[in-house]
């Protein structure tokens, strides 16, 4: 069955008695239209989350009265509407469980869905004293059930975590300093402390914090360095000349170019780089990168596991010795822990006596320097580190911002300024952090933690700190304590909020059982009975096509 003449009816064609194909189109006085949609991928190369085609998935449809829902198995879903003039809502579930809405389509024509990013981490947002502008994401350390193969599940090493902002990323507003934590993915959230540090330090130095990914984790630390120099050149594997584009952070990105069969893996490249001649040798040096990464997730992880495909591997840094060969001096580097992070690399002892010191940055994910630079490490520099008293944190339900991409290369930044407020995804079930005050719960790590559900916000903020004395310039650490748990299928425990996470362990293995028995309600049930009492299921999003023909778009879009 097949519409074999592009006219939306659909025809039969088959096999007769004699092996001889046989065609009966279809015919009709009344002037019935329909819709087809063509399910894709991200992209062909580079992705692979889902099939091309996302067979296997389900595409559901309301028009006017009548709701259908079909399983995608061939490239072209159709459906007949009748004499509806078009569809009101086109929802899809992908094979990996995440979900996709078009609104008010068109009949008589091809829609043409196209998957987005379902996971990352929460997103961090700073007032800057002219709008409310995107820092970086957070609590990228301690992902829960996260497959790493297809037989393993990660360990949770880190729950705290350090993310820098410049001191032109954040301004004090009406005497205080106004942060937003935004939950906008295909994800649970488990924050147990918020904090922030003031960080002042003389000027002609820069502060640092270790954004990476990495086993062992980095010590959470400021660094003090002198100021981030160009390397006298940078090139790529292929030889190409990119120091320009890397010599500065100004969102013009290093692309390897060339995309694996897999979202966040590739082929192995490196950046090779030589320090100038004005860089000291008897000085303790550091390697400062920064960019950000395009990850996998558990079903790309458990599908390259399953096949022959080349394992994901992190950075490790070579070094050419006095013959200009290189040689691998330190693996295991981990890689940058999401959007627009630097990692600090000690090249303390790495280089011979004399001549060209080179060194590579070599691995096979998705990774893409904004700015490859060297510095001199400064361990006479102390900066004054304040920590900050919270003075008001507040969970609302607040929706999903706008995002954008230039390009691959690029990673997708969101804008605070609204795309919609509507289910955008099938909620992990269980019970969650009601709004308002919940100052007490990110105070201190103790497992009484904020429990988010995507669409949330965390709003919160710290008293506004002194001018730095004569001579000092100021930059910031924002601090978060907690986990993630994000909806993909092959993610362990990820239909439901339980089993709840706790700093006791870092392992993640233990089936959800009833919420009365789970070891961290009964440690806090108290924070059960008065703080987390919003009950999530999935029943709206998997309703919502389902309610009378006037709310079905209204039911996908709100709250």
Wanted: hydrophobic letters at 40%.
């Amino acid at each position: 069955v097949a519409d074999l003449n592009g006219d939306g009816r659909l025809d039969i064609v088959g096999l007769g008695a004699n092996a001889q194909v046989g065609r009966a189109a279809s015919r009709g006085s009344k002037s019935y239209r329909w819709q087809v949609l063509r399910p894709r991928a991200a992209t062909a190369t580079g992705d692979q989350r889902i099939n091309s085609f996302g067979i296997g998935g389900e595409v559901e449809l309301r028009s006017g009265l009548h709701a259908q829902k079909q399983v995608i198995t061939s490239p072209l879903v159709h459906f007949g509407l009748g004499e509806a003039a078009g569809a009101e809502v086109v929802r899809i579930t992908w094979p990996n469980g995440a979900l996709q809405a078009e609104f008010d389509t068109k009949a008589d024509q091809t829609v043409a869905a196209t998957q987005r990013l379902k996971g990352s981490c929460p997103w961090l947002f700073a007032w800057n004293g002219r709008e409310m502008a995107f820092v970086t994401d957070v609590l990228w350390r301690s992902p829960l059930g996260l497959r790493i193969n297809a037989q393993a599940t990660a360990d949770v090493l880190m729950t705290e975590d350090w993310v820098k902002l410049r001191g032109d990323q954040l301004a004090p507003r009406d005497g205080a300093y106004d942060l937003r934590i935004t939950a906008e993915l295909w994800e649970t959230h488990f924050f147990d402390l918020v904090s922030l540090l003031v960080v002042d330090h003389p000027e002609g130095t820069e502060v640092f914090v270790d954004e990476r990914f990495a086993v062992p984790p980095p010590k959470p630390e400021v660094i003090a360095t002198g100021p981030v120099r160009p390397f006298a050149s940078v090139r790529d594997d292929k030889g190409q000349d990119v120091s320009a584009i890397a010599a500065a952070r100004d969102s013009r990105y290093v692309d390897f170019a060339d995309r694996g069969p897999y979202q966040g893996i590739t082929r192995t490249h490196f950046v090779e780089m030589e320090l100038p001649d004005s860089a000291p040798r008897s000085a303790p040096l550091y390697l400062i990168a920064q960019g950000w990464i395009h990850p996998t997730d558990s079903s790309i992880n458990v599908a390259i596991g399953q096949g022959t495909h080349e394992m994901p591997q992190g950075l490790s840094l070579q070094v050419a010795d006095a013959r200009g060969r290189f040689h691998e001096v330190r693996g295991g580097l981990g890689f940058p822990a999401g959007k627009d992070k630097s990692i600090l690399i000690n090249m303390d002892g790495l280089f011979p006596a004399a001549g060209p010191r080179r060194l590579r940055l070599a691995t096979n994910l998705e990774i893409f320097w904004d700015r490859l630079g060297w510095a001199v490490a400064r361990p006479d520099v102390t900066p004054r580190i304040t920590r900050l008293e919270l003075t008001a944190a507040d969970l609302d339900y607040r929706g999903y911002s706008t995002t954008d991409q230039t390009d691959a290369s690029v990673p997708e930044r969101p804008r605070y300024q609204l795309a919609g407020t509507g289910a955008r995804w099938r909620d992990l079930e269980g019970y969650y952090t009601r709004f308002g005050d919940v100052m007490a719960l990110v105070r201190r790590v103790d497992d009484r933690y904020v429990i988010m559900n995507a669409g949330d916000e965390l709003r919160v903020r710290f008293p506004e700190a002194p001018t730095p004395a004569a001579g000092l310039v100021r930059d910031f650490v924002a601090i978060t304590d907690g986990w993630e748990k994000d909806g993909d299928y092959n993610t362990g425990f990820s239909r439901t909020v339980l089993p709840l996470p706790t700093h006791r362990t870092g392992r993640y293995d233990t089936p959800p059982r009833r919420l009365e028995d789970d070891p961290v309600y009964r440690e806090h049930a108290r924070e059960f009975a008065e703080d987390h009492t919003r009950d999530v299921t999935a029943d709206a999003v998997r309703d919502a096509l389902r309610v009378a023909p006037d709310a079905a778009a209204s039911a996908v879009r709100k709250p």
